[in-house]
Each structure stands twice: as C-alpha cells, then as structure tokens.
C-alpha cells in the first residue's frame, strides 16, 4: 500500500508562484509514476501533469503548459508541482497520484493510479 501526503497549499494572488510537495511512502518510489490533478467546486477531476518513473517524462495539460512544471526527487520519495503565473481558474483542490504500471502512455487518465493523497487546497484571487 502507498501512502501519499501532500503538502504547500495555500491563498495566493493572480501571477504569483506557489510549490506544492507530494511525499509518498509504502513502496520504492522510483517503481511509481507520479501524477497531478485537480479538482474546482462543481467539476470534475481533471488531469494537471504526470512524471514517469525514472523523470525523464512528462506530460502537462495544455492548460498548464508554460507555467507549471513537475518533477521529482526518487531520493527524498517526493514530486513537485511548481506553478506559476497563477490565474483565479487554477483555484481547485490538488490531488498527488500514483500507479506502478510498467507504461507511462496512458498516465493522462485517473483510472491509471491506484493510490490517491488526501489533497490540498490552491486559491488563486483575482
């Protein structure tokens, strides 16, 4: 079993930066890909960005991409999601995700991770 804590949510401005940290435990980090979602009051969860095992990968949405970057440290058993130039529609709560399947193709959609954090709450004000 996986357990994944996230962490560095927050309140911040339209065009600030905020980091938020996943750390995961339970397994060899380095078996797991790691993904990102989000999900704002009224949607659904929708996919943010993933990173394969090893980091060498990456997918983004393209409402993100430019301004959000993910990446990983298989040392410390922890993925970063760094975001900047915020905008109000970023506000959602964001989700850390992950699945030991041996592809990264299909890593775009939720039903590919088994192990889900509790997630944390980014409010971006206008």
């Known amino acids: 079993q996986v357990q994944l804590v996230e962490s560095g949510g927050g309140l911040v401005q339209a065009g600030d930066s905020l980091r938020v940290s996943c750390v995961a435990s339970?397994?060899?980090?380095?078996?797991?890909?790691m993904g990102w979602f989000r999900q704002a009051p009224g949607k659904e969860r929708e996919f943010v960005t993933a990173?394969?095992?090893?980091?060498?990968?990456?997918y983004y949405a393209d409402s993100v991409k430019g301004r959000f970057t993910i990446s990983r440290d298989n040392a410390k058993s922890a993925v970063y999601l760094q975001m900047n130039s915020l905008k109000p529609e970023d506000t959602a709560v964001y989700y850390c995700?992950?699945?030991?399947?041996?592809?990264?193709?299909?890593?775009?959609?939720?039903?590919?991770?088994?192990?889900w954090g509790q997630g944390t709450q980014v409010t971006v004000s206008s």
């Open positions: 339970g397994r060899t980090f380095s078996s797991l890909t």
């Open positions: 990173i394969s095992r090893s980091g060498a990968n990456t």
């Open positions: 995700a992950a699945h030991s399947r041996s592809y990264f193709t299909n890593s775009r959609s939720p039903i590919s991770y088994d192990y």
